[in-house]
């Protein structure tokens, strides 16, 4: 019984001593715990405080290229990289805040650079890719582009650092990155004003060539979005083995492409069903004796 309370006592006396010595260790680290505290608090306006500021100069930025005759590309670029860069100074001057030695920043961002540039190769390629887009301008926003490596086609709608945004015709958002439109063949469809219609048909040995070509040259001079002061010509492409093709040329409004040579094609069909001209299709012919 007494061994036992003589332990107790020791545990006691311990628990007693363990406690005096961390009040004592709060007590001695009052002042640097408060100034911690007051450090962090400040690390945290700071914070804010540079964000909004932050915020500030991007729409600076913004107005600035509006104003100018920058195209939206270089506007969405600058802004993707003030964002990037000036956050990184924001968090870099709050560590500076809290004792951290800049000459070691710098040095591990030196000798980490390497590293990570080795393991961002794509991403590097991909800005530097970006950097050239804006600097040659293949196409800006706005355009419609296919990229012909992947068959991936749309409009252009933003030009970050790293990759460019497309919008498919069918309402799809399409991410490729910089330096795969850079590095591979690209068709930008709508840089030019104009562009050549061309619609081919084909009709049977049968019907009258001449009279085809006619009603085919009619109905150029009937579509007003057909351009009349560049060339126009009807002419046959080839003797196939089904009928005669005849192919017809005109140039048009770039954004008005496809809606003219939809209404050509349905054209075509309904006047040369008016005219009895006849369009043959592939079949089989059986002979029984």
Known sequence: MEEVIETTQETAQEATEDVNTLFQYVQENIPS??????????AIIFFFIGRLVINWIRKLSRAMLERS????G??????????FGLNAILLFSIATKFGVDTASVAAIIASAGVAIGLALQGSLSNFAGGVLILLLKPFVIGDYIIEDNHGNEGTVQEIQMFCTK????????VVIPNGMLTNNSLTNVTQMEERRLEVKVCISYESDLRKAKEVLWGLMERESRIIKEKERIIFVSELGADGVEIGMRGWVKTGEYWPV??????????TFDEEEIVIPYHQ????MK
């Open 74 to 83: 270089v506007e969405q670029f600058v802004d993707s990289l003030l964002k």
């Open 284 to 287: 089989i012919e059986v002979q």
């Open 261 to 270: 040579k939809w209404q050509m094609l349905e054209d075509i069909k309904l």
């Open 69 to 72: 005759t920058a195209d939206k």
């Open 33 to 42: 715990m408060i100034g911690f505290g007051f450090q962090v608090i400040l």
């Open 166 to 173: 497309l919008l498919t015709m069918d309402n799809r958002s």
